[in-house]
């Protein structure tokens, strides 16, 4: 089956920049979302990338690597609402989303 | 950006009765639609996918006779809870795929149930 492997906890500093990665199987491979989960809520999206590169969006960016099967989300300037849950999965060729367990994120004053 | 609804957002039920859930996608139409659930510190599980107008494919473990889908048009996917029990409560989470390109997939706000 298809393995999505992500950190399980990161604790990073206010202000500061953090870089979550992400490895995955390279068969089937569609596309790399990136989402953020707070508690008792659902995920939101925050990227999606197709192509290999870093794409920017303001405070966040996320990068892909298909050949390595590798994608890193990046956050600069933390703020303390960043702390959640940070999901990335893998879309495969029938647009079906599979999930990494996801990267709790704590970040401290 | 798009939206997606669902309806109810919270629910409490007795054990034995069956809850319906509704998923909208108010902007765009979704010939695909997601079902998932999602116990506490865990990540999202996939039940099903719901294709308009067809049968749904439910994942493997997952019992299609008690988590009823019916996506009867290209705007709304309903999953019907039936005879609930305690272990079903949980968080259930929709996402609705776009079908114009590049097919984006938008979520809906969850629902909790919690079986008493």
């Known amino acids: 089956g298809q393995n999505i492997d992500q950190p399980t906890e990161m604790t990073a500093t206010e202000g500061a920049i953090v870089q979550i990665n992400c490895t995955y199987q390279t068969s089937g491979f569609n596309g790399l979302f990136w989402y953020q989960q707070h508690a008792g809520e659902a995920p939101t999206f925050l990227s999606y990338?197709?192509l290999d590169g870093l794409e920017e969006k303001g405070r966040f960016s996320s990068f892909l690597s298909r050949s390595k099967g590798y994608s890193y989300l990046l956050l600069k300037e933390l703020q303390m609402k960043d702390s959640a849950s940070y999901l990335c999965?893998?879309?495969?060729?029938?647009?079906?989303?599979?999930w990494g367990a996801g990267t709790k994120l704590i970040i401290k004053p | 950006g798009a939206v997606v609804s669902q309806h109810p957002s919270r629910v409490i039920c007795k054990s034995g009765t069956s809850v319906k859930i509704e998923c909208r996608s108010l902007d765009f139409q979704a010939t695909t639609m997601f079902w998932y659930r999602q116990f506490p510190k865990q990540s999202l599980m996939l039940m099903a996918t719901?294709?308009?107008?067809?049968?749904?494919?439910?994942e493997q473990g997952v019992e299609k006779d008690k988590f009823l889908i019916n996506h009867a048009s290209l705007t709304l996917s309903t999953l019907t809870v039936t005879s609930a029990h305690p272990e079903d409560s949980s968080f259930y989470i929709c996402?609705?795929?776009?079908?114009?390109?590049?097919?984006?997939?938008?979520f809906g706000p969850g629902t909790r149930l919690t079986v008493t």
């Open positions: 996402s609705a795929r776009d079908q114009r390109e590049p097919y984006e997939q938008y």
């Open positions: 990338n197709v």
């Open positions: 999965a893998q879309e495969d060729s029938n647009y079906q989303l599979i």
């Open positions: 719901s294709n308009e107008g067809s049968k749904a494919t439910y």
